[in-house]
């Protein structure tokens, strides 16, 4: 009966396993249509919304995907001269991107996330950060990682007050496009695996 009863335990772990391996790799997620709503925009018009979200005053940029077959990537602005500045300064150790896919059927937009190291070093051109993307790399869904920081100081108009603010968190980023994206009725799904952020190849 023992040994039953271990075998038992030893097929349900194995099972089990399988099964994280399994939705690991990105076979079994959910892939989203449940929750978009009947009114949902087109998808011509949540394209023209999220790249409008861009602004000087925010850390991250929204681009288009062609070169990496999705419909837009989410990275901090690294090589923006005034972010830059800040970037070097206080030593940014993380880098952040960010694909999304816009499945006009379902009215999804899928997120995928993926974060590294950064290492700032001293070369001909001053500091510069290189980006180590097989150390500590990660894709999927980020859960903690915040570097959050503000500096007060003498502003223009010679007044005591806020100098800057930054967020290097991947929350900040996604809260902003996932509040965008149900706005506009269509429901905001994050995902693990790139092939569902990625465009169909269609076979001629």
Not at 148 to 155: C, H, N
Request: aromatic content about 14%; some cysteine.
């Amino acid at each position: 009966m023992e040994d039953i009863l271990i075998l038992a335990i030893t097929i349900a772990a194995g099972i089990t396993a399988i099964y994280a391996v399994i939705k690991a790799l990105g076979f079994r997620e959910y892939l989203g249509g449940k929750k978009a709503k009947p009114w949902a925009i087109p998808r011509e018009k949540l394209l023209k919304r999220l790249l409008e979200l861009n602004s000087e005053k925010l850390p991250f940029t929204i681009r288009r995907g062609d070169k990496e077959n999705c419909d837009f990537v989410v990275e901090w602005k690294l090589a923006d001269a005034k972010w830059y500045g800040i970037f070097s300064k206080h030593r940014l150790t993380k880098w952040y991107k960010a694909y999304i896919l816009l499945d006009d059927e379902r009215k999804t937009a899928r997120y995928l996330e993926e974060t590294g190291t950064i290492e700032w070093v001293y070369g001909a051109e001053g500091l510069k950060p290189v980006i180590k993307r097989e150390q500590a790399f990660f894709r999927g869904r980020i859960l903690f990682a915040k570097e959050y920081e503000v500096a007060f100081g003498i502003t223009e108009e010679k007044k005591l007050g806020k100098i800057y603010e930054y967020m290097f968190d991947p929350s900040y980023p996604r809260s902003i496009i996932k509040k965008t994206v149900e706005e506009a009725g269509w429901e905001f799904v994050q995902v693990t695996s790139l092939k569902h952020v990625q465009k169909p190849v269609h076979k001629h």
